[in-house]
RNA sequence: GGCUGCAUAGUUCAAUUGGAUAGAAUAUCAGAUUUCGGCUCUGAGGGUUGGAGGUUCGAGUCCUCCUGUGGUCACCA
């Protein structure tokens, strides 16, 4: 049994045997001691003194004495006010260290039956993926590795936005003005060929805005509304999408456009399957340098009619009602809520309506109760109230639903504006923290040695665990400010900081080959930086159980990085493993470096990043 | 304006979910190594946790108000 489930166990029965308090075990919180003073772990008195009649420190001192005369895994104890330090026998934590030692599963939970779906990276197939991406797509990968750890069996999942306006406009662009370019032609990554169309779409477009602006017709647009001479440029910015939709040419081509898709028309669906293929021709390069893969994918072509045969069910049990002009809404106002349209008047889906029926088809095919939608936070509203819908229409799945909602991913310079061209790409980034993961390298030596694609593999693991680290070590809800120089950073709070002390725990182990782990057992005096260091590895399983519980994998990163540190602070502490003073020292401080590797193995796994054999 | 997030060292982030003197990194300054890899370690300075009240043994954390800031309020996705 774990030390902390003992505590709380005894705890729980000495509180009832001295003060007749009935406390469940799973409740008592135990905190670890911290290094200011003595003990392993601590226990809070406050809480109990209404019930006991007593003063927390008197309650501590006698809790205290009960415990330790009871229980052999308690040696000591000291009270400070209303704080009850307990420390740990030796042979507990030699025993602990024993038991792990081969355990390449350790902190993992085994399979709890359940089945979760994570829908991630759901990108639109008219320009690359960005740094926004980025955050997206590991966050999703992390957390369905967290979730598997934690024992749910895991769905990755994407819906592929590629239908709509925006690839039209793409498509439009290249068809009049591409010349029968093609990626190859022009020696471009395929999907930012597909980007360059659409910026080259928009530039068209801004050009044909401006000219009409000069037009009797814009004129008398002006003269409708009203429009004072001096606010004229202020009215020109805002009308944009209304000239699109009632007056542009091209947006009447790429309308047309896509009214000829959605009829089956041949030849825009050639051209649709064309562009889009190149489109993901380049995803998979971008997918598969961040190192993430899907077990399904949806398409929203395949999906943008779903749901309407459910709202159909809900109209008639009158869960949806109807208004004059024929849309169909739902009235969430027990949820304190706007009521929301779910079919277009014109009888048409909306983004809602496909939503509810992606999840109904996700459910019915998987029976995944749990379903985790990773989408940025300006969506927090659609969410709230797609849950809400779910839940009114007594989808048995709704209360699993949640919406991992992470903020914005600013730049120094405020925030990224594809029309500002401020855009970070995903694939320029990742080439950037290689190439300054070279040079650090370089700049040191170590890998002189080796043969060049091994050192470039090396430096790829090093680039990539620096940007990933400083993403996700970021708490998900938070907005965050990207700044490039800082996040090629090798020193300090980093991926490499972290994948260093796996490194060097590889070449301590490398160099001692091998040794008997059984004589751990007789080391006798477990020292304070391997304490501390073991503690923290005796800690993993809650963390993974924690970070699975909030959907928040940045509770790993920073486990990581202050296992690392903790390593670290025991490699420069004197306690040496190849030159250990005793045949117990060097067992006991041997298993503690193979554990700690392992740990950090399992932990940057857990966030998509590597260790290294050398760096 | 309504709703909803966020606000912690100069800067970037933590804080075991209400517990002890709020911790790391970075930058600055000062130190460590005949030793398992110097992308390491030790130390110093740096804070009225945006402000004001409240709840209680105890508040960065919970409640109220205020200030600043982001998001959202489409028959877009």
Not at 123 to 137: A, C, D, M, S, V
Not at 201 to 210: A, D, R, V, W
Not at 384 to 402: D, V
């Amino acid at each position: 049994m774990n030390i902390l489930n003992i505590i709380q166990t005894k705890v729980s029965d000495a509180l009832k045997a001295l003060y007749q308090i009935d406390i469940p075990a799973q409740k008592l919180v135990i905190n670890v001691t911290k290094k200011e003073f003595d003990g392993d772990y601590t226990i809070v008195t406050f809480p109990f003194t209404k019930q006991a009649k007593k003063r927390p420190d008197q309650i501590a001192e006698e809790l205290g004495i009960f415990l330790v005369d009871k229980v052999e895994e308690f040696t000591d104890f000291n009270v400070i006010k209303g704080f009850l330090n307990l420390s740990i026998s030796d042979s507990y934590w030699k025993h602990f260290l024993s038991d792990i030692l081969n355990k390449k599963d350790f902190g993992k939970q085994g399979a709890n039956g359940k089945k979760a779906l994570v829908e991630f990276s759901s990108p639109n197939t008219n320009k690359p993926l960005h740094l926004g991406h980025i955050r997206n797509i590991l966050l999703g990968w992390s957390t369905a590795k967290i979730l598997k750890a934690a024992g749910f069996d895991v769905v990755r999942t994407q819906i592929v936005n590629d239908r709509g306006i925006a690839i039209c406009k793409s498509m439009l662009a290249w068809q009049k003005f591409g010349e029968g370019k093609t990626p190859e032609s022009e020696g471009m990554k395929s999907d930012h060929f597909v980007g360059h169309w659409y910026v080259n779409f928009e530039t068209h477009f801004k050009e044909e805005y401006s000219n009409w602006q000069q037009t009797d017709e814009a004129k008398n647009v002006l003269s409708d509304k009203e429009v004072k001479p001096e606010n004229v440029v202020e009215f020109f910015k805002k009308y944009k999408n209304e000239y699109f939709n009632s007056f542009s040419l091209l947006g009447k081509e790429a309308k047309q456009m896509l009214l000829k898709w959605e009829d089956q028309d041949e030849e825009v669906r050639a051209l649709w399957n064309k562009m889009n293929g190149w489109v993901y021709d380049g995803f998979e390069v971008t997918y598969k340098d961040l190192g993430v893969e899907f077990d399904l994918l949806y398409y929203e072509s395949d999906t943008y009619l779903l749901g309407k045969s459910l709202i159909q069910k809900g109209l008639e049990k009158e869960q949806f009602f109807q208004k004059d002009d024929g849309s169909i809404w739902m009235d969430l106002e027990d949820y304190k809520m706007d009521p929301k349209l779910v079919l277009r008047s014109d009888g048409t889906s909306v983004y809602t309506t496909q939503d509810i029926g992606t999840a109904h088809l996700r459910y019915e095919k998987h029976g995944t109760e749990n379903m985790i939608y990773v989408v940025a936070d300006e969506q927090n509203h659609h969410f709230k109230a797609l849950f809400a819908i779910l839940e009114k229409l007594g989808e048995p799945y709704a209360k699993g639903c949640h919406h991992l909602s992470y903020g914005m991913v600013n730049l120094p310079s405020g925030r990224m504006k594809s029309r500002e061209g401020t855009v970070v790409d995903a694939d320029d980034l990742m080439k950037e923290v290689i190439t300054e993961a070279a040079k650090a390298a370089n700049e040191i030596g170590a890998l002189a040695g080796l043969p060049e694609e091994d050192q470039k593999e090396i430096f790829r693991q090093i680039g990539m665990a620096a940007l990933k680290f400083f993403i996700i070590k970021v708490n998900p809800k938070k907005s965050m400010i990207f700044d490039p120089t800082e996040s090629v950073d090798m020193q300090g709070q980093t991926g490499p900081y972290v994948q260093n002390a796996g490194v060097r725990c590889r070449s301590i182990l490398r160099k001692l080959g091998e040794y008997d782990s059984s004589n751990l057992l007789d080391y006798t005096e477990i020292q304070a930086p391997e304490k501390e260091l073991l503690q923290l590895i005796h800690s993993y399983p809650e963390v993974i159980q924690d970070a699975a519980k909030d959907y928040d994998p940045s509770h790993i990163a920073n486990y990581c990085y202050a296992l690392a540190k903790n390593f670290h602070k025991f490699f420069n502490s004197g306690l040496y493993v190849l030159k250990a003073e005793t045949e117990a020292a060097k067992s006991f401080r041997a298993a503690l470096t193979a554990t700690t590797l392992n740990t950090l193995i399992s932990g940057m796994d857990l966030l998509g990043i590597e260790i290294p054999e050398r760096m």
